[in-house]
């Protein structure tokens, strides 16, 4: 039995043991894997411990994701986001308006009455021909000295994560061959957002209610993997609709399932809107929030992939759900109504 990591309205998402995945007997892989696709399935996010990544290298990154947020205004809009195609670079507070509106008209008049309290890099692999990332530079007055170096390490760590995770889901929903996925995201191509949400007056959300630190949206790839702070804010939404605190809990890595992964599974697995909102007060504190830190690894099929129901999510023709879509193409559209 897995224990609940956050547990209301109908909401139940899983804390699950991922070491007994990785390095168990085959009852505990099995058992494991299972476990991770049933949180999807219920609740579209689950909860990792024991993930093959340090703490100290989270740590680190933490630490150095703060360092680059710290740089002057005018160094990090040198390095700007550009276009959906590359999806790389520097969004300042306000650039980018997450939500579940795909129309960039409309999109325009919420961001213009509720911008998202945010700030982020994009990263892309680093050895993509066609886009290229906009690393800061390094040393005195610019970003720590190996930033580019760690990052593109944990971006690697990360994606590893990813097959791993993927290969459960292969196991759980017994496809012919533990590796069914590996082909469709060997390439890695993934985005890292390093994940900043300045100090903010209370005043602020009394003033507007609509106002939030990320509006609330379902992610558009196969999974995502975010690193918490202990500041809170995260919420995911309930069967009944309902907003739930997704408490953050010391060395685990949420993990939610994207909209290609829901459509993948014929919806047999669920992509869950989730916010970020007024954070929790904690005792003692006064005045304004304190800055929050996280970090999200945006999981995709690789962009040629070609993403259509799987085989055993459906019994005929006429019980999928939608139309196979090229992976890269897919997630192009859903970003040119973010931006």
Same mark, same amino acid.
């Given at each position: ?22 390095? =168990?007997? $085959? ?23 024991? #993930? ?58 919420? /961001? ?16 993509? $021909?066609?886009?290229?990332? *906009?690393?800061?530079?390094? =040393?005195? =007055? ?16 990360? !994606? ?18 533990? *590796?069914?996925?590996?082909? %469709? ?19 602020? %959300? ?14 558009? =790839? ?25 408490? &953050? ?19 047999? #697995? ?8 007024? $954070? ?6 006064? !005045?304004?929030?304190?800055? /929050?830190?996280? #970090?999200?690894?945006?999981?995709? &099929? ?31 559209? /859903? ?5």
């Amino acid at each position: 039995m897995e224990k609940a990591a956050v547990q209301g309205d109908g909401l139940l998402i899983p804390l699950i043991d991922f070491s007994k995945f990785l390095t =168990g007997g $085959p009852t505990q892989k099995l058992e494991t894997a299972q476990a991770i696709l049933a949180g999807f399935q219920t609740a579209g996010f689950i909860y990792l411990s024991n #993930i093959p990544i340090p703490a100290a290298t989270r740590a680190d990154i933490f630490a150095r994701s703060a360092s680059f947020f710290r740089l002057p205004a005018a160094t990090k809009e040198s390095l700007a986001w550009t276009t959906p195609e590359a999806n790389r670079g520097y969004s300042g507070p306000g650039r980018e308006k997450v939500t579940q509106l795909t129309d960039s008209d409309e999109v325009s008049a919420l /961001r213009a009455a509720a911008p998202d309290l945010k700030e982020s890099l994009e990263i892309g692999r680093d050895n993509d $021909p066609l886009h290229k990332n *906009n690393w800061p530079a390094e =040393g005195d =007055g610019g970003a720590p000295e190996g930033f580019r170096t760690a990052m593109n390490a944990f971006f690697s760590d990360l !994606g590893d994560l990813h097959r791993s995770v993927m290969r459960a889901l292969a196991v759980a929903m017994s496809l012919p061959d533990e *590796n069914y996925f590996d082909r %469709f995201v060997d390439a890695h191509d993934n985005t890292l957002r390093l994940l900043h949400y300045p100090s903010v007056s209370p005043a602020v %959300f009394r003033a507007n209610a609509g106002q939030v630190r990320a509006g609330a949206h379902s992610d558009y =790839g196969s999974l995502t993997f975010l690193f918490q702070d202990d500041r809170g804010g995260l919420q995911v939404q309930s069967p009944g609709g309902k907003f739930v605190d997704a408490t &953050p809990i010391e060395g685990t890595c949420v993990v939610n399932a994207g909209d290609l992964l829901a459509r993948w599974s014929n919806e047999t #697995i669920r992509s869950t809107v989730h916010r970020v909102v007024e $954070p929790p007060g904690k005792e003692g504190e006064e !005045g304004e929030y304190p800055a /929050r830190y996280s #970090i999200a690894y945006f999981c995709n &099929p690789n962009t040629d992939a070609f993403i259509e129901a799987i085989p055993g999510t459906y019994a005929t023709k006429d019980d999928i759900k939608h139309s196979g879509v090229n992976s890269g193409e897919y997630l192009v559209q /859903r970003l040119k109504a973010t931006y």
